[in-house]
């Protein structure tokens, strides 16, 4: 299967999962998936801003990351789901709190390790929760 029709497929899983959430923060599917994508380029950025020693850029990234895991955490909150999702998410939004905190006190190297747990992190939670997994 491609990755494109993969991808497709797992948009409209989730979509299907959104739809059935009710009061779920993300308006539809499409918006959780901008989060995701928003997370993903973040948690890139940080990392980059830290490796600089960039303290405002890599504070504004580490902020933006929480207030992103902070609707990842509402949004499994309203579907329900108390695992590990809802988890993942809360841990992603403590980890990038803890990033921005380290920087502002000067730690860097400790900031990049918070964030490389959050680029760790998502890696690991899409090989174990993608919605649509081949059969066999």
Known sequence: MSFALSRLLSVAALSAGALCAGGATA??????????????????????????????????????????????????EARGEHDDPLLLSWDGRQRAARAASLVEGG????????????ARDCRACHDRFKPIRPLG
């Open 27 to 76: 308006d539809s599917i499409l918006e959780f998936d901008v989060w995701m994508q928003k997370i993903d380029r973040h948690s890139q950025s940080v990392l980059l801003a830290l490796k600089r020693k960039d303290a405002a850029s890599a504070t504004a990234e580490a902020r933006e990351l929480e207030r992103l895991y902070g609707l990842m955490e509402r949004f499994y």
């Open 107 to 118: 730690d860097f190297d400790a900031a990049y390790e918070s964030a490389l747990g959050i």
